[in-house]
């Protein structure tokens, strides 16, 4: 029998070993104890977004829902590392909810958007925990700029999607068209309602993503209202650490590496760029800044702060190097045993402009050493 023929049935039999949970029968358990994906389509008849009744009766309308809720169970690790995250993020998001008088499902959207990821990012350019493009980041107040983008943080930018929220709500008059808006953009969903006729979300035609928007997010919902129900189990030592800090002003009379601020923090790098993640790159810019930092730290760290930033600035005119004609990055770099990468990082190069002859590069050669 030929050899091929041979892995490929082994290969099948792998997947449908794979697929077998798929066959379960309802009233069944699959390994690990997880229910069947039959018995967890079993959604009860009321359901609702922000107490906005989703008509489930429906038959399609409840097709939609099951669509997304088997899609998002299909995906368990997706699924328990949000549950994971969620608590150290969705408390600060439901008392910053609470405090404006704005429904706790909303809480939700962050987990459909960004799996409360800060760093994550689309196609469409949208970055952080609520997906906001740069120009609607900077209409609601946040800073997006070559230093720090607060879509990264998980405060600012909650701050900016909840006066976002508010004002879709009271442009659409419901927090379901709201959230529909807030996926496809609000001229967008005026026009057709305007084209179409009707403002209910459910008996619009949209594009797909915006038809399915919805039915992500109770999907979520109805996952994080009861993960026990769908084979989650999760207990306290599961799950991930609330975030643990204190807070510093920091002033920069120049731009300051965030090394020094981790230096002043009795800290390092990564730590202060994990609790800051809307810092961008390796220095602050010049003038005041709020920093998060390890708890503990903030003892004593305006005087460590004072004394690193003192000494920094005086030996930094020190380091400076003027270009020659004939230089090139890669001859300054091998000329003073210092790393490429650490030149560019450095003095802050854009690779795609050229140096020149007087350019003045800064050269830490005391910092090349592991």
Known sequence: MNISFLRCLALMGFIMGLLNPLFTHADTKVSGDYPSLMSSLKIGTSQNFCNEEVP?????????????????????????LWLKRSHRYLPHIEKMLEKNGIPDDLKYIAVAESALRPHVGSRKGAIGFWQFTSATAREYGLV??????????????????????????????????????????????????????????????LPLETQRYLFRILSVKLIFSDPEKYGFRL???????????????VTCSREIPIRIIAQAANSHFKAIKDLNPELRGHYLAKGEHTIFVPRGASMGF?????????????????????????????????????????????????????????????????????
């Not at 600012?156 to 529909?180: M, N, P, V």
Request: charged letters at 25%.
């Open 56 to 80: 489930i009766k429906n038959q399609e309308i409840r097709e939609r829902f099951e669509k997304e809720l088997l899609l998002s169970l299909w995906d368990r690790p997706q699924v328990i």
């Open 144 to 205: 997006v700029d070559k230093y720090v983008d607060e879509r990264r943080n998980i405060f600012a930018s909650t701050e900016a999607a909840i006066r976002y929220l508010k004002q879709l709500h009271q442009d659409f008059g419901s927090w379901t068209l709201a959230a529909a808006a807030y996926n496809m953009g609000e001229g967008g969903l005026m026009a057709e309602i305007m084209e179409q006729g009707t403002n209910n979300y459910y008996t619009l035609y």
């Open 235 to 249: 207990t306290k030592n599961d799950i991930y650490p609330p975030l643990s800090f204190e807070q510093v002003q």
């Open 302 to 370: 305006q005087g460590r702060y004072a004394n690193l930033e003192k000494k920094y600035s005086a030996t930094r005119e020190e380091k400076i190097y003027i270009v020659k004609e004939g230089d090139n990055l890669s001859v300054i770099a091998d000329r003073f045993g210092v790393p490429l990468a650490a030149l560019i990082i450095w003095n802050r190069i854009d690779l795609q402009r050229p140096i020149h002859p007087g350019d003045r590069l800064i050269i830490n050669q005391e910092n090349t050493k592991p």
